[in-house]
């Protein structure tokens, strides 16, 4: 088998001659070149036919003329249509046809005899000769590549199968002279089109420094028949005298063109700057593309390696320099397709490698490739014995870069990849990650993606495909911790990141758009992460700067913000941060004090901001309108929130609120509803010392746009009410309140006396204003109310132990008699589950249907004192009370009229009717000193003791129960009832009316001033015409003004 396999080398040589110097030797006849292989058989009957036929003898004869053709391609014409037909006829004969089969394959492809030299020389001037110097096999071919006439080298290509072959280049003898030149042999592809090209070139490059003295290649050439094994192609070099960098140049390539540029080129180098005595190179190249070298010396060098891959069809050419500082003795390279834009590079070495650089390139512009479009660095300092790479696209955009490594870490990586142009990198030291997306789209946009890592065991970044609603960058990488900066820049959108220190092993992802942050230390947190992003479309609301400082990262954290529909901007993080400062705008700068945590809004026509800085955050929430603020954090420190937003029409609305020490979780929400009013929740895991809130231009109840809250000592849960219709205001707590303060006007707030709590409410035309304050509060109700028939006045509170005084001032208007009116006075520190009820007759009313004015006081303990003013009610003036010792109840009634009369009182039509009992709550009498006066809006006159006319006045009286009323008999004869559900009664009472009739008594007035006082039950009395004083016990008396002496002692002190 291998003599068949030999003859179409002999055939070579016999024809050899036809392309030899005439100085040649004379070439052998026919049948002494058969002699150089001596055939047997039958096949020698065969080869001779073929030899003497007339075609091939007129070839013979042609191949001596200027007409030569090369003689593989003369070989094969004239030899394998026979061989092929001999083939057919043994089809199918077990064993000759697998013999005949493999003659037909060798000599259908004898082409792969013609072979020639490739010369190139550097002149002094920088030009270069090129020279293509037929050769013929087994024949040492003289190559003069400089200017002058003498060859400067022999070379020989020795075949030793279709596999395998020797290249020989050596200086000719003497001949030591500096030569800048490379030497190649170029032979056609043996394997009938296995190999991805036609030619195959092997040879040195020698112009960078000195061509050696010798040089010697082995060529091995494996599975070219078409097997489903890659081609594989290898390189054994030895050499001597080399004096500098001397390069091993390997390729298969399709031709050349009229330039004498080489087309459709797939070729490597090996250029080695101290050539070592022996070098191995090893490269296979796969179906799938696939690129696979092995590397090996006998010595360690500086060497570079590239590579060029052109596909002419497509106009394209990938290329590759990589320079490695020191070749280990043995290394491994392969380049794989995983798929469409998906490469794999695996790296195997025998040591450690100090540095590598590589360039890559692709290319456009057959057939020198010289445009650039797009363009990669890869940089390593260090390198360990192993690693792998893979470089994903899309759309020529890099969407995944992962390396790993064996036997350590890499010392220093960067890389660096780019579309549509040059890569672009970070020229400042230190580790970094950046991406950069130029103007406009499609094919032509520029991208670039590039990073530097320190002491990389492990690395994986992921960018966002485009077209993807997200932006995002992913860092997962095991290297050393320490500071690493992020930048992202495209048209819509630039963003810087710093993270200060990295742990060693860390999963980091950032979204800007999001925004989020995703991170994963394994065990370890981040001192601080700081992100900057701008971009001319809103990143969030109507804010084109954001900015984030994240410090005191755990080992494990999701960092989210977020918005709504409705508005709601919410800050989350599922693991506590030590620090939050985040800033979003539309340029405008405004920031919170240093060391204060809160959050910002503005929400303006002119501007957009949100600042908000936590401690220990959890989440932040924040709704503006209505406004719901959530905070979760770590306690101790205050919080502000501050917030201005746009409205329709009218001025700016303003919130500020404060929140002291603050708890883990802490919510406030403010609702304002056109239904059902304004709303101010209060929630929170533990006390506060003092929660404020304060706005303007709210308005939140009608009329209203000043709007306070403090809370002092705030319980965990708090609810205030300031509802559209019914109760003014009402608040509830989970536990007493150290104090509440609400206040809402339409202008300036109005304030309480001061170290007083109380009820503040005026609404008239000139002026609204409410202000509420109370200590120790569990919970509050106030109400006012119109009804057809009367006016009521509510207010409940609880109040376990007050330490104020209650103040109350409330003025409303009458809108039917077009009059102002009040309730004012104080309650002497409230007790727990405190009433009162101010009920005054409507405006308007007949008096057959006029309600009495009452008082209903009750609590769960008796209080010092009591005090009240009001000058509502159709015919009662101002009413003007004080009560010291207060029940636990009372209730006081007054009427022009008998609606106070009490049961068993005979004065059914009393012109005047008073009832004051304390319903047997308490054992002490209460002292009462009143004023009430009958004639209404005639409030100046009726505190003057000169000018009043009509009034009821009761001046220190004790008494703990008391009913009295007065009316006309029939006759015009006045008579009066008094109890005092015998109970003592010690004082004086003056009433004086006009009853506007002859003979009508203007007053009466009683004193009580013995030690007994007066006790009374059911007891009346009538008097004639006149005028008298009556002695009821010692120290007890009573006059009728106006009427005469009456004997009046039975009926009232008869006990």
């Not at 370890?524 to 804010?543: F, M």
């Amino acid at each position: 088998m291998r003599k068949l396999l030999r003859l179409p080398l002999a055939a070579l040589v016999v024809a050899g001659g036809a392309l030899l110097p005439s100085t040649a030797p004379a070439a052998p006849t026919p049948e002494q070149r058969l002699n150089l292989l001596p055939p047997s058989g039958w096949l020698e009957t065969v080869i001779d036919d073929v030899l003497h036929s007339e075609p091939l003898g007129r070839l013979l004869q042609d191949s001596r003329s200027a007409k030569a053709v090369p003689l593989g391609r003369l070989l094969q014409d004239a030899l394998c249509p026979p061989v092929t037909e001999v083939d057919e006829l043994v089809d199918g004969v077990p064993g000759l046809s697998d013999l005949t089969g493999l003659l037909t394959t060798g000599a259908c492809n004898l082409d792969v005899l013609d072979y020639a030299f490739h010369t190139e020389f550097r002149r002094p001037n920088g030009q270069i000769v090129k020279r293509d110097v037929p050769a013929t096999l087994e024949f040492p071919t003289p190559l003069n590549v400089d200017d002058d006439p003498a060859p400067e080298f022999l070379a020989s290509l020795q075949v030793f199968s279709l596999d395998k072959a020797t290249l020989k280049i050596e200086r000719v003898p003497g001949r030591q002279e500096h030569l800048p030149a490379s030497v190649e042999a170029v032979i056609a592809d043996p394997s009938d089109g296995s190999l991805p090209r036609k030619r195959v070139a092997v040879g040195f490059d020698g112009m960078p420094s000195d061509a050696p003295t010798a040089w010697q290649t082995v060529i091995r050439l494996t599975d070219v028949f078409g097997d489903a094994e890659p081609t594989r192609f290898g390189a054994t070099v030895t050499q001597t005298g080399a004096t500098g960098p001397v390069a091993l140049l390997a390729e298969v390539f399709d031709g050349v063109d009229g330039k004498g540029v080489r087309t459709n080129r797939m070729a490597t180098r090996l250029e080695q700057e101290k050539p070592p005595q022996r070098t191995t190179a090893d490269f296979a190249f796969a179906a799938d593309d696939a690129i696979e070298a092995n590397l090996r010396t006998t010595e360690r060098t500086r060497t570079t390696v590239s590579a060029r891959l052109q596909d002419d069809a497509l106009d394209e050419e990938d290329r590759v320099v990589a320079t490695i500082e020191d070749l280990p003795r043995s290394i491994d390279l392969r380049f794989q397709p995983l798929g469409e834009d998906d490469q794999r590079i695996d790296y195997q070495a025998s040591e450690p490698i100090d540095r590598i650089s590589a360039d890559i390139t692709a290319r456009k512009g057959a057939p020198t490739y010289d445009t650039v479009v797009d363009a990669g660095l890869v940089h390593l300092r260090r390198a360990p014995i192993g690693a792998t790479a893979r470089i994903k696209t899309l759309d020529r955009r890099i969407e995944k870069l992962a390396i790993d490594t064996r036997g350590g870490p890499v010392g220093e990586v960067e890389a660096a990849f780019a579309v549509n142009g040059q890569p672009i990198v970070d020229p400042a030291p230190g580790a970094y990650v950046k991406s950069v997306d130029g103007e406009g789209s499609g094919p032509t946009q520029f991208r670039s993606s590039a990073l530097r890592l320190f002491d990389v065991e492990q690395v994986r970044i992921e960018g966002t495909a485009p077209g993807s609603a997200s932006r995002s960058i992913l860092l997962d990488a095991t290297m050393r911790s320490g500071p690493v900066r992020a930048s992202f820049k495209r048209p819509d959108l630039e963003a810087e990141a710093l993270v200060r220190n990295l742990p060693h092993r860390a999963r980091l992802a950032i979204d800007p758009t999001a925004p989020r942050i995703v991170f994963d230390g394994h065990g370890q947190g981040i001192d601080e992460i700081a992100v900057q992003a701008t971009s001319p479309e809103p990143l969030l609301e109507r804010a084109t700067h954001f900015e984030a400082s994240v410090k005191g990262i755990p080992a494990t954290m999701d960092l989210e913000v977020a918005e709504d529909e409705d508005g709601t901007i919410e800050f989350s993080s599922d693991a506590p941060v030590g620090e939050i400062d985040l800033r979003a705008s539309d340029g405008h700068g405004e920031s919170l004090p240093a060391g204060e945590q809160g959050v910002i809004l503005r929400d303006q026509d002119d501007r957009w901001l949100l600042a908000a800085r936590v401690f220990g955050l959890r989440q932040v929430r924040i709704t503006p309108d209505p406004l719901d603020l959530l905070v979760r954090a770590g306690a101790g420190r205050p919080f502000t929130a501050k917030a201005t937003l746009a409205q329709e029409t009218g001025p700016d609305q303003r919130i500020d609120a404060r929140i002291d020490a603050l708890p883990r979780r802490v919510a406030l929400r403010l609702v304002d509803d056109a239904a059902s009013g304004t709303q101010v929740t209060y929630d929170a895991d533990a006390p506060v010392a003092r929660v404020s809130l304060r706005g303007s231009d709210l308005d939140v109840v009608d009329r209203a746009d000043q709007l306070r809250l403090e809370i002092e000592d705030a319980p965990r849960h708090l609810e205030a009410k300031l509802p559209e219709t019914g109760p003014v205001i009402e608040a509830t707590a989970s536990e007493p309140v150290g104090r509440l303060l609400i206040q809402a006007a339409g202008g300036a707030l109005r304030e309480l006396p001061a170290n007083h709590d109380g009820i503040l409410y005026h609404d008239t035309p000139s002026e609204y204003a409410l202000t509420a304050g109370v200590s120790h509060l569990r919970s509050a109700r106030i109400e006012t109310r119109k009804t057809e028939l009367e006016d009521v006045t509510d207010v409940q509170v609880d109040l376990p132990d007050s330490p104020r005084v209650f103040a109350i001032d409330m003025r409303t208007f009458d809108e039917i008699e077009g009059v102002e009116e009040f309730v004012r006075g104080y309650v002497d520190r409230p007790q727990a589950r405190t009433e009162i009820r101010m009920r005054a007759p409507a405006d308007g009313v007949p008096d057959e249907d006029e309600r009495a004015t009452a008082i209903r006081y009750r609590a769960a303990a008796p209080i010092s004192e009591l005090h009240l003013e009001t000058d509502r009610g159709k015919k009662l003036g101002l009413l003007h009370a004080t009560v010291a010792n207060v029940p636990k109840q009372l209730d006081v009634c007054f009427h022009a009229g008998s609606k106070c009369r009490r049961n068993g009182s005979p004065n059914f039509a009393s012109e005047a009717s008073l009832e004051i009992t304390d319903n047997g709550s308490s054992q002490q009498p209460m002292t009462v000193d009143a004023l009430v006066c009958l004639e209404p809006g005639n409030e100046r006159d009726c505190r003057s003791s000169d000018h009043r006319k009509k009034f009821l006045r009761l001046r220190d009286v004790q008494l703990g129960d008391l009913a009295f009323d007065v009316m006309v008999a029939p006759g015009g004869i006045p008579r009066a009832y008094i109890d005092t559900a015998n109970r003592p009664v010690i004082g004086s009472i003056d009433y004086r009316d006009d009853l506007d009739f002859p003979g009508s008594w203007s007053g009466a007035s009683a004193t009580f001033g013995g030690p007994d006082g007066l006790r009374a039950r059911h007891r009346s009395f009538i008097g004639p015409v006149g005028s008298g004083e009556i002695a009821c016990s010692p120290g007890t008396s009573m006059r009728l003004v106006g009427l005469p002496d009456l004997p009046l002692t039975p009926f009232l002190c008869g006990f």
